[in-house]
Protein backbone atom coordinates (compact mmCIF):
# COMPACT_ATOMS: atom_id res chain seq x y z
CA UNK A 1 0.00 0.00 0.00
CA UNK A 2 1.12 3.61 -1.27
CA UNK A 3 1.10 6.47 0.89
CA UNK A 4 -0.17 8.73 -1.72
CA UNK A 5 -1.53 8.05 -5.03
CA UNK A 6 -0.48 10.47 -7.99
CA UNK A 7 -2.26 10.78 -11.50
CA UNK A 8 -3.54 12.92 -14.12
CA UNK A 9 -6.96 13.11 -15.23
CA UNK A 10 -5.79 12.97 -19.01
CA UNK A 11 -4.78 10.39 -20.87
CA UNK A 12 -2.53 11.72 -23.41
CA UNK A 13 0.94 10.67 -23.90
CA UNK A 14 1.99 14.35 -23.87
CA UNK A 15 0.35 15.52 -21.04
CA UNK A 16 0.80 18.97 -19.02
CA UNK A 17 -1.14 17.87 -15.91
CA UNK A 18 1.64 14.16 -15.73
CA UNK A 19 4.08 16.31 -15.36
CA UNK A 20 2.83 18.61 -12.66
CA UNK A 21 1.39 15.48 -10.83
CA UNK A 22 5.33 13.78 -11.32
CA UNK A 23 7.28 17.11 -10.15
CA UNK A 24 4.44 17.36 -7.41
CA UNK A 25 5.25 13.90 -6.46
CA UNK A 26 9.29 14.39 -7.13
CA UNK A 27 9.15 16.74 -4.04
CA UNK A 28 6.84 14.34 -1.29
CA UNK A 29 10.37 12.54 0.31
CA UNK A 30 9.04 11.90 3.55
CA UNK A 31 5.61 9.18 2.16
CA UNK A 32 5.50 6.57 -0.24
CA UNK A 33 3.88 7.82 -3.28
CA UNK A 34 2.40 5.98 -6.40
CA UNK A 35 2.86 7.42 -9.85
CA UNK A 36 0.45 6.32 -12.30
CA UNK A 37 0.57 7.08 -15.81
CA UNK A 38 -3.29 6.69 -16.65
CA UNK A 39 -1.82 6.49 -20.71
CA UNK A 40 -1.58 2.78 -19.34
CA UNK A 41 -5.86 2.37 -18.52
CA UNK A 42 -7.89 1.88 -21.20
CA UNK A 43 -11.30 1.21 -20.10
CA UNK A 44 -14.36 1.38 -22.10
CA UNK A 45 -16.94 4.28 -22.31
CA UNK A 46 -19.36 3.98 -19.20
CA UNK A 47 -22.63 1.60 -20.27
CA UNK A 48 -25.06 0.70 -18.10
CA UNK A 49 -25.32 -2.74 -20.60
CA UNK A 50 -21.07 -3.26 -20.61
CA UNK A 51 -21.48 -2.89 -16.76
CA UNK A 52 -24.43 -5.47 -16.62
CA UNK A 53 -23.02 -8.10 -19.05
CA UNK A 54 -19.52 -7.54 -18.13
CA UNK A 55 -19.08 -6.13 -14.67
CA UNK A 56 -16.20 -4.11 -13.74
CA UNK A 57 -12.15 -4.73 -15.71
CA UNK A 58 -9.71 -6.06 -13.54
CA UNK A 59 -7.88 -2.77 -14.02
CA UNK A 60 -10.26 -0.98 -12.89
CA UNK A 61 -11.06 -2.83 -9.37
CA UNK A 62 -7.37 -2.90 -8.87
CA UNK A 63 -7.18 0.80 -9.46
CA UNK A 64 -10.15 0.55 -6.67
CA UNK A 65 -8.19 -1.39 -4.45
CA UNK A 66 -5.16 1.39 -4.38
CA UNK A 67 -7.62 4.26 -3.84
CA UNK A 68 -9.05 2.99 -0.77
CA UNK A 69 -5.62 1.51 0.77
CA UNK A 70 -3.97 5.10 0.51
CA UNK A 71 -4.23 8.18 2.94
CA UNK A 72 -4.63 10.43 0.02
CA UNK A 73 -4.60 11.30 -3.70
CA UNK A 74 -2.44 14.31 -5.78
CA UNK A 75 -4.72 14.49 -8.81
CA UNK A 76 -4.45 17.05 -11.71
CA UNK A 77 -7.10 17.51 -14.45
CA UNK A 78 -7.21 18.76 -17.84
CA UNK A 79 -9.71 21.07 -19.32
CA UNK A 80 -11.90 20.36 -22.60
CA UNK A 81 -14.37 23.18 -23.46
CA UNK A 82 -14.24 24.73 -20.07
CA UNK A 83 -14.92 20.59 -19.11
CA UNK A 84 -12.87 17.99 -17.37
CA UNK A 85 -11.80 15.49 -20.14
CA UNK A 86 -13.99 12.73 -21.35
CA UNK A 87 -11.13 10.39 -19.97
CA UNK A 88 -11.54 11.88 -15.99
CA UNK A 89 -15.32 11.64 -16.38
CA UNK A 90 -15.90 7.96 -17.73
CA UNK A 91 -12.99 6.71 -15.30
CA UNK A 92 -15.00 8.41 -12.19
CA UNK A 93 -18.17 7.06 -13.65
CA UNK A 94 -16.77 3.41 -13.45
CA UNK A 95 -15.46 3.82 -10.54
CA UNK A 96 -18.19 5.06 -8.57
CA UNK A 97 -20.37 2.34 -10.36
CA UNK A 98 -17.90 -0.15 -8.02
CA UNK A 99 -18.29 1.68 -4.66
CA UNK A 100 -20.50 5.31 -4.35
CA UNK A 101 -18.46 6.33 -1.46
CA UNK A 102 -15.22 5.41 -3.07
CA UNK A 103 -13.10 8.36 -2.22
CA UNK A 104 -14.64 8.19 1.79
CA UNK A 105 -12.16 10.15 4.41
CA UNK A 106 -9.61 10.47 1.35
CA UNK A 107 -8.00 13.48 1.42
CA UNK A 108 -6.83 15.51 -2.13
CA UNK A 109 -4.46 17.47 -3.50
CA UNK A 110 -6.89 18.83 -6.34
CA UNK A 111 -4.48 20.40 -9.42
CA UNK A 112 -4.80 21.55 -12.57
CA UNK A 113 -2.95 23.47 -15.31
CA UNK A 114 -3.87 24.23 -19.32
CA UNK A 115 -1.20 26.33 -22.02
CA UNK A 116 -4.11 29.38 -21.24
CA UNK A 117 -3.84 32.03 -18.61
CA UNK A 118 -7.22 30.45 -17.19
CA UNK A 119 -5.11 27.28 -15.53
CA UNK A 120 -8.03 24.92 -16.12
CA UNK A 121 -9.95 26.53 -13.38
CA UNK A 122 -13.12 25.38 -14.71
CA UNK A 123 -12.50 21.84 -14.93
CA UNK A 124 -10.32 22.18 -11.21
CA UNK A 125 -14.21 23.47 -9.89
CA UNK A 126 -16.42 20.40 -11.98
CA UNK A 127 -13.51 18.29 -10.40
CA UNK A 128 -13.69 19.53 -6.77
CA UNK A 129 -17.70 18.73 -7.06
CA UNK A 130 -17.40 15.72 -8.53
CA UNK A 131 -14.58 14.13 -6.54
CA UNK A 132 -16.69 15.62 -3.34
CA UNK A 133 -19.50 13.58 -4.30
CA UNK A 134 -18.32 10.75 -3.73
CA UNK A 135 -16.51 11.40 -0.07
CA UNK A 136 -13.20 12.83 -1.09
CA UNK A 137 -12.13 15.89 0.65
CA UNK A 138 -10.23 18.11 -1.15
CA UNK A 139 -7.55 19.75 1.66
CA UNK A 140 -5.62 22.12 -1.28
CA UNK A 141 -5.97 22.90 -4.67
CA UNK A 142 -3.04 24.80 -6.86
CA UNK A 143 -3.87 25.61 -10.75
CA UNK A 144 -1.17 26.51 -12.71
CA UNK A 145 -1.75 28.75 -16.03
CA UNK A 146 0.43 29.70 -19.11
CA UNK A 147 2.39 26.23 -18.56
CA UNK A 148 4.78 26.86 -21.37
CA UNK A 149 5.71 29.84 -20.12
CA UNK A 150 5.70 28.35 -15.95
CA UNK A 151 7.21 24.70 -16.07
CA UNK A 152 10.25 23.43 -17.53
CA UNK A 153 10.75 19.57 -16.71
CA UNK A 154 14.43 20.55 -15.49
CA UNK A 155 13.31 22.97 -12.71
CA UNK A 156 9.61 22.28 -12.43
CA UNK A 157 7.58 25.36 -12.11
CA UNK A 158 10.14 28.57 -13.15
CA UNK A 159 7.48 31.44 -11.82
CA UNK A 160 8.23 32.53 -7.97
CA UNK A 161 4.81 32.88 -6.96
CA UNK A 162 3.41 29.58 -8.66
CA UNK A 163 6.14 27.97 -6.96
CA UNK A 164 5.46 29.14 -3.34
CA UNK A 165 1.83 28.78 -4.16
CA UNK A 166 2.35 24.98 -5.53
CA UNK A 167 4.60 24.69 -1.92
CA UNK A 168 2.04 26.03 -0.11
CA UNK A 169 -0.91 23.67 -1.55
CA UNK A 170 1.64 20.48 -1.13
CA UNK A 171 2.81 21.49 2.46
CA UNK A 172 -1.36 21.85 3.70
CA UNK A 173 -2.18 18.92 1.64
CA UNK A 174 0.79 16.52 3.29
CA UNK A 175 0.08 17.90 6.69
CA UNK A 176 -3.54 16.75 6.61
CA UNK A 177 -2.38 13.25 5.43
Same mark, same amino acid.
Given at each position: ??????? $???? @?????????????? @? /???????????????? /??? *?????? =???? *???????????????? %?????????? %?????????????????????????????? @????? =??? $??????? $??? /? /???? %? %?????? &????????? &?????????????? $?????????????
Amino acid at each position: MSELVAF $AGSN @STRSINFQLVKHTA @S /LVTNKEVCLLNMTELV /LPV *YSDDLE =REEG *YAPVLTELLDEIRETK %GLIVSVNEHN %GNVSAFFKNLIDWLSRVDREFLKDTKILLM @SSSRG =RGG $ANGSQEI $ANK /L /LSRF %G %GEIVST &FSLPSFNHT &FSEKEGITDLELKE $AHNTALQSFLSKI
